[in-house]
């Protein structure tokens, strides 16, 4: 189970650092065209958005890797459930199904992180 979690934060943490490192380092118009939602949103919410996703992929492993506080594995997990509780709210306002099972999908993973961190293979 440790293998699985690590592997899963690692994984979603990776990808949601790559996402909002594409959010801060593209032009607003670029990004906004490229994915359609972020017309929705002014270009200083997209950039807390990528500064959000970030902070939270890097709180997903790197506490437990530099043995600093591993305890905000859970808690960057759970932060990130939230985060994508939000994005698929989003999905069902704009209409966007198919968009919303990839939501869907890292909600589960950061779900199944912070449940396994907190109660099955906690940190000590």
Known sequence: MDIALWV???LFGTGFVAGGAV?????YERFADATGWA???TPGK???MG???????LGMTLPAL???LPGLVPLAASGMALYMAGAGTERVRRSEWTLLLGDVAFLAA???VAWGRFAVVPFT
């Open 110 to 112: 950061m779900l199944f």
């Open 23 to 27: 959010k801060l380092a593209w032009r």
């Open 39 to 41: 017309h929705d949103f």
């Open 66 to 68: 530099v043995g600093v």
């Open 46 to 48: 997209v950039r807390a």
């Open 51 to 57: 500064v959000l996703e970030i902070l939270g992929g």
């Open 8 to 10: 899963v934060a690692g």
